[in-house]
């Protein structure tokens, strides 16, 4: 596609639900990353796939937070239980490789709000 | 750990004016990216201008350029002719060489005024 995808564009969830969003980078980008940016703060790194690996997952906060980009283009973020400190806003970047050559592009965000 | 400070929370401007955004950052790392991004209210972070630490040229793109001290560890944006479209925050970014990561600073929202 032309751009980073992200679906759905916001998503509001009960305390303790599960939720999976969607990220759908540009086409023939290798490198894939998910940060979270909490409402008045910089964005947070999450996680970074290379491929289809997880090649530094060093920024999920805890067990409830789990990345797979299984066929290496689409990547999925999922929270189990999710708790009202997970209200933020989701991005996704996507760039042609680990170099910085280029540097990233990013979706739109998926900003999620649990009540 | 690096850190990245943006240390004015909102800065405002004169449309065609120029105006400064200032960042500092902390690392002990001698090889490092240095990143200035927009983000409108559409969310996505639009990336502005990059430097690379080991060239001594501070990089420029059109009406935006960088003021870049790699002893005092300050990487400043400049915007000249301020533009109404130029409005949006700012987040002033660092990566090191060999790393993913981008570290982000907390922001600056810029206000054009006509």
């Known amino acids: 596609g032309a751009g980073v995808s992200q679906t759905p564009s916001n998503k509001v969830t009960e305390k303790g639900k599960y939720v999976e969003l969607r990220c759908d980078p540009i086409?023939?980008?290798?490198?894939l990353y998910w940060y979270r940016q909490s409402l008045g703060q910089g964005p947070e790194f999450l996680i970074y796939f290379q491929g289809t690996g997880a090649a530094d997952d060093s920024g999920l906060p805890n067990d409830r937070f789990f990345a797979v980009r299984p066929e290496g283009s689409v990547s999925t973020l999922k929270i189990q239980r999710t708790e009202r400190g997970d209200s933020a806003v989701y991005l996704c970047a996507s760039s042609e490789d680990s170099s910085r050559r280029y540097g990233y592009t990013f979706g739109s965000g998926t900003r999620l709000t649990v009540v | 750990a690096q850190t990245v400070t943006q240390s004015q929370p909102e800065m405002s401007v004169q449309e065609a004016e120029t105006v400064t955004l200032s960042c500092t950052y902390d690392?002990?790392?001698?090889?490092?990216?240095l990143f200035w991004y927009k983000q409108p209210p559409s969310r996505q972070m639009i990336l502005v201008i990059r430097q690379e630490a080991y060239k001594q040229q501070n990089a420029t793109e059109n009406r935006f350029s960088v003021n870049f001290q790699k002893a005092a560890k300050s990487f400043s944006l400049k915007i000249s002719d301020s533009q109404l479209g130029d409005a949006a925050m700012y987040f002033c970014?660092?990566?090191?060489?060999?790393?993913?990561?981008?570290?982000f600073g907390q922001g600056t929202r810029l206000t054009i005024n006509p």
């Open positions: 690392t002990s790392e001698s090889d490092y990216y």
């Open positions: 086409s023939g980008h290798t490198a």
């Open positions: 970014a660092y990566s090191r060489q060999g790393a993913q990561k981008l570290v």
